[in-house]
T-cell receptor
Framework: QKEVEQNSGPLSVPEGAIASLNCTYS??????FFWYRQYSGKSPELIMS????GDKEDGRFTAQLNKASQYVSLLIRDSQPSDSATYLC????????????FGGGTRVLVKP | DTAVSQTPKYLVTQMGNDKSIKCEQN?????MYWYKQDSKKFLKIMFS???????INETVPNRFSPKSPDKAHLNLHINSLELGDSAVYFC?????????????FGPGTRLTVL
């Protein structure tokens, strides 16, 4: 059973600070990794995808991937109250028909 | 608007009933998925269709039957509903591009079985 693990939180962050979220995965063969943001009562919204080792930046978001250590992280710079949500890490299994396995999510609370 | 849409948004029904949820995407994607998110917010895949062909069929009760009339539509029919079926069901779609595996989710259908 391929697993994706996240700290459930809540991760409490002061407004303007950096939120750091981590995710580990069990399938060493995974090649595609995603971060989704889910507000309460809403659907998951894709915010970052990363396929290669290293960092990928998009606005205030930076995804970091280390395949050797099997972890992927998400940094949110200059955190805003509107960033308060649950962040879901997802790992793609190409061999299984591009099936996404999700972690349990990390709840982030940004306090003004 | 280009999007993944689902109907209905809310579904409240009695145990033992049969119900269907519909999903449509106008993104031009050729792969569609059904996910279930339970009360603990854990999101898990159920089924996937690629251009009307079933390609993922996870371990779900056979009371759940997906149907894809064309590559833009994927419906989910549930027979003999049980209390444990209460959850939010999300449809998602993906373009079959080997360089891009991004999936996009619909708004969800909140199913409550009484």
């Amino acid at each position: 059973q391929k697993e994706v693990e996240q700290n459930s939180g809540p991760l409490s962050v002061p407004e303007g600070a950096i939120a750091s979220l981590n995710c580990t995965y069990s399938d060493r063969g995974s090649q595609s990794f995603f971060w989704y943001r889910q507000y309460s009562g809403k659907s998951p919204e894709l915010i970052m995808s990363i396929y290669s080792n290293g960092d990928k930046e998009d606005g205030r978001f930076t995804a970091q991937l280390n395949k050797a250590s099997q972890y992927v992280s998400l940094l949110i710079r200059d955190s805003q109250p509107s960033d308060s949500a649950t962040y879901l890490c997802a790992v793609n299994d190409e061999a299984a028909g591009n099936k996404l396995t999700f972690g349990g999510g990390t709840r982030v609370l940004v306090k003004p | 608007d280009t999007a993944v849409s689902q109907t209905p948004k809310y579904l409240v029904t009695q145990m033992g009933n049969d119900k269907s949820i519909k999903c449509e995407q106008n993104l031009g994607h050729d792969t569609m998925y059904w996910y279930k998110q339970d009360s603990k917010k854990f999101l898990k895949i159920m089924f996937s269709y690629n251009n009307k062909e079933l390609i993922i069929n996870e371990t779900v009760p056979n009371r759940f039957s997906p149907k894809s009339p064309d590559k833009a539509h994927l419906n989910l029919h549930i027979n003999s509903l049980e209390l444990g079926d209460s959850a939010v069901y999300f449809c998602a779609s993906r373009l079959r591009d080997y360089a891009n595996n991004e999936q996009f989710f619909g708004p969800g259908t909140r199913l409550t079985v009484l």
